[in-house]
């Protein structure tokens, strides 16, 4: 009870959604570069979270001019975001220069980093312990757990992308910020035991309401559902089914003698076309006539 009654002071301002329209697209492409950064070194789902988090909690209470000045001072923020997390999560962390990488808009000296680090956490009033969805899996899987056939490393792993697939895409600063994270993560914990088991569990739905309210976590389970089959891949084409290769020695020969045939099948066509003949019977003709002379 004490995380849910200390949520709120994680969260960015309310009216972050109606002020942060006009920079939705500088978020977005801070958002994707920060997850490219992070994939990069393998960090933590937490890290890439807390990036976010800070970058939403600092643009809510801070005007940055992100259409202007070739967008150095939402790159700026965006470096110190991932910087500060993964000081807060990770045990190994690369060097401040290391971090500027994967096509950034611009690169920064360390000190001017550490002097936006200062920037950013006395806006967070040095709140940088945030609680995010993270801090809810394992209570809400172990009550999910008992009703799905899945194990508890692969509820959390999935649970754990799903919460992480919600951070970019523009429509996620309209859809999932106005959530608290624990009902992001009581969401993304019913996505995950429905993906992972045959059935849709009802009871474990009904332990989670008691925690995030059943209203709220329905909507968010909602979103969450509809946000993962508008960004499914679209069914492509299936690509020509080839022959398998035959193990036995003959038939190895046979495929390859058919693939000679084949070769000269299409060299005898391109003849046929008007196509020029290869260089080498170019040369061999060439010394005949010369012989000849």
Avoid at 75 to 93: D, F, G, N, R, Y
């Amino acid at each position: 009870m004490a995380l849910l009654s200390a949520e709120t002071e994680h969260i960015p301002c309310s009216d972050y959604l109606s002020r942060s329209l006009d920079s939705i697209t500088a978020r977005h492409d801070s958002i994707n570069w920060i997850l490219k950064v992070i994939d990069f070194y393998r960090f933590r789902p937490e890290t890439a979270y807390l990036s976010v988090n800070y970058l939403d909690r600092f643009l809510s209470v801070n005007s940055l001019p992100v259409k202007e000045q070739n967008g150095w001072p939402i790159q700026l923020l965006s470096v110190a975001c991932i910087s500060v997390a993964a000081k807060m999560e990770e045990t190994h962390v690369p060097l401040l220069l290391d971090l500027q990488i994967l096509d950034p808009r611009c690169l920064f000296e360390p000190r001017t980093i550490r002097r936006m680090e200062l920037v950013l956490m006395a806006a967070l009033h040095w709140r940088m312990r945030s609680i995010t969805p993270f801090n809810f899996l394992p209570h809400f899987a172990s009550v999910v757990l008992p009703y799905v056939s899945a194990s508890r490393p692969a509820l959390f792993s999935r649970a754990a992308d799903l919460i992480i697939s919600t951070l970019p895409g523009k429509e996620s600063v309209v859809d999932f910020i106005k959530f608290r994270p624990s009902a992001v993560a009581g969401a993304a914990v019913l996505c995950a035991a429905a993906e992972l088991s045959d059935s849709t569990p009802t009871d474990n739905g009904d332990c989670l309401s008691c925690l995030s309210g059943w209203d709220v976590l329905g909507a968010c389970r909602q979103l969450m559902d509809q946000y993962l089959i508008d960004r499914s891949p679209s069914p492509r084409a299936k690509p020509p089914i080839r022959p398998p290769t035959p193990r036995s020695p003959v038939g190895v020969l046979d495929t390859a003698q058919c693939g000679s045939c084949d070769t000269q099948k299409s060299s005898t066509a391109g003849l046929i076309n008007g196509d020029s003949p290869p260089l080498k019977r170019r040369r061999l003709v060439d010394s005949q006539c010369t012989e000849s002379k």
